[in-house]
Structure formats: C-alpha cells, structure tokens
C-alpha cells in the first residue's frame, strides 16, 4: 500500500531528504508523528505487521505507507525504508520513533548538521539522567561497553534518532532485523571510515504505553552484537 505525497512544500534542506518511520500498532500516537514530521520532510511510515490500523492513520495523515504482511522487528523496518529511499533518489534519511519519544520539531537540528558536513551518519543525542530506571544506568552501561569494543567514544549508541546520508546506506552491510541494528550502523560507519556527527536532542519517556523493547532478549541481542563487533575489530589489529 502506498500514497504518493508531493515535496514542493518541503524547503528545509538542500538535499532530499526522507523522514522515515518504523511502526507497530501505533494508531494511537502515528498520525500526530506524521503530520509533525511533514512539517519538515515528506515521510514514508514502514507498517511492520501492525493490526490497529497504524497503516490507515499514518496515511490519513500524508504519509507514504509501505506495509509489512507479519511483524518482523524494527531493523528489518528500517532496512525496508531505507531501500525504499535509495530506489526514490534520496540523499539522506532521517528515522524517528513513532511513539512520540523523538520530537519531530528538532528535525531542523539534523538538517542543520548535514548542511554544515558534520557526518555521514548524525545521532541524537540524549541525557541519561532524565531517563527512568533502569535505562538511566543500563543505556550508558551499553555505552561504555560499545565503546570499548569499538575502541572509540560513542555518546550515545541506542539513539533511534538519527540521519543517515545515502553513501553510508549504499555502502552499509547489515545484518540483524532487531533494535541492535541501530548499533550494527554504528560499527559500519567506523568500519567505512564514515564520519559520525551528534546533536543534541530532547530525552522524551512517560508517555503512557509499554515498550517494544524486551528487555531480556533485546540486551542478549545487544550483547552478541557488541562482543561480534569486538571480535572483528581484534581479529582486523
């Protein structure tokens, strides 16, 4: 399913760049994500298997729409949407959570950072301390783990906010369909030799629904990702 939304009202950037959104069973919050976000940049939402009619309301609200028929995890989401993006001609997307956490009026920030060069790949930034428990101590645990398998600082690695220009998605290789996607890309942009840029964004929780985010079997998926990212960078020394 999709519907064709116009881009002559969209002057941010100089470069077309793609707000793209994963969503599952977002009906509630997706549509006001949506009109928001086309403020700034057409958007295209990646249904993934929702049954709450997240596909209706995101399209109701002028989002390009393409569905996934069973729920596959948000990586495999976003790998859609960025095939999606490069097939159109995109030169960058910028991905944001449909559940409210990323306010889409710092859309201007990420644009901002591309212009001015600042990377390949632009992550937002968040303040650990105004997190809830445990992600106050478990996201800059995650941090320094990834650092040190990296062997490089990163701020903020689970940071679903973020703009990827269209040389590191031509040139990544990913691999895992879950949240740890997020770290993988990362770890191909340091693997490329891509520059990483950061901004600093609004740290958003509270907003009355249950996270996606198992966090049992998604911290084991973290971990294995971090430990194989550490292998490979041994192995290459």
């Given at each position: 399913?999709?519907?064709?939304?116009?881009?002559?009202?969209?002057?941010?950037?100089?470069?077309?760049?793609?707000?793209?959104?994963?969503a599952?069973?977002?009906?509630?919050?997706?549509?006001r994500?949506?009109?928001?976000?086309?403020?700034?940049l057409?958007?295209?939402?990646?249904?993934?298997?929702?049954?709450?009619?997240?596909?209706?309301?995101?399209?109701?609200?002028?989002?390009?729409?393409?569905?996934?028929?069973?729920?596959?995890?948000?990586?495999?989401?976003?790998?859609?949407?960025f095939?999606?993006?490069?097939a159109?001609?995109?030169?960058?997307?910028?991905?944001?959570?449909?559940?409210?956490?990323?306010?889409?009026?710092?859309?201007?920030?990420?644009?901002?950072?591309?212009?001015?060069?600042?990377?390949?790949?632009i992550?937002?930034?968040?303040?650990?301390?105004?997190?809830?428990?445990?992600?106050?101590w478990?996201?800059?645990?995650?941090?320094?783990?990834?650092s040190?398998?990296?062997?490089?600082?990163?701020?903020?690695?689970?940071?679903?906010?973020?703009?990827?220009a269209?040389?590191?998605?031509?040139?990544?290789?990913?691999?895992?369909?879950?949240?740890?996607?997020?770290?993988?890309?990362?770890?191909?942009?340091?693997?490329?030799?891509?520059?990483?840029?950061?901004?600093?964004?609004?740290?958003i929780?509270?907003?009355?629904?249950?996270?996606?985010?198992?966090?049992?079997?998604?911290?084991?998926?973290?971990?294995?990702?971090?430990?194989?990212?550490?292998?490979?960078?041994?192995?290459?020394?």
């Open positions: 399913m999709e519907h064709s939304v116009g881009e002559a009202q969209f002057p941010m950037s100089k470069r077309r760049v793609l707000a793209l959104i994963p599952w069973n977002e009906a509630p919050r997706i549509g994500i949506v009109e928001k976000a086309r403020t700034y057409p958007v295209l939402v990646v249904d993934d298997g929702s049954t709450d009619g997240t596909a209706e309301v995101a399209e109701r609200a002028g989002a390009t729409v393409v569905r996934h028929p069973q729920n596959r995890g948000k990586g495999a989401a976003l790998k859609t949407g095939v999606w993006a490069l159109q001609g995109y030169d960058a997307v910028l991905t944001l959570d449909a559940d409210g956490q990323h306010d889409p009026c710092e859309i201007p920030k990420f644009l901002a950072a591309l212009e001015a060069g600042t990377g390949d790949l992550i937002g930034k968040r303040q650990f301390l105004k997190m809830p428990w445990p992600r106050w478990s996201t800059p645990l995650g941090t320094v783990l990834l040190l398998a990296l062997g490089r600082y990163i701020p903020d690695n689970q940071s679903g906010y973020r703009l990827i269209r040389r590191a998605l031509e040139s990544f290789q990913l691999t895992s369909d879950g949240f740890e996607m997020e770290v993988e890309m990362i770890a191909e942009a340091i693997r490329l030799g891509l520059p990483i840029g950061w901004v600093p964004i609004r740290t929780y509270g907003i009355g629904k249950r996270s996606y985010f198992h966090p049992v079997k998604d911290t084991l998926r973290f971990l294995r990702m971090v430990w194989w990212i550490g292998r490979r960078r041994w192995a290459e020394k």
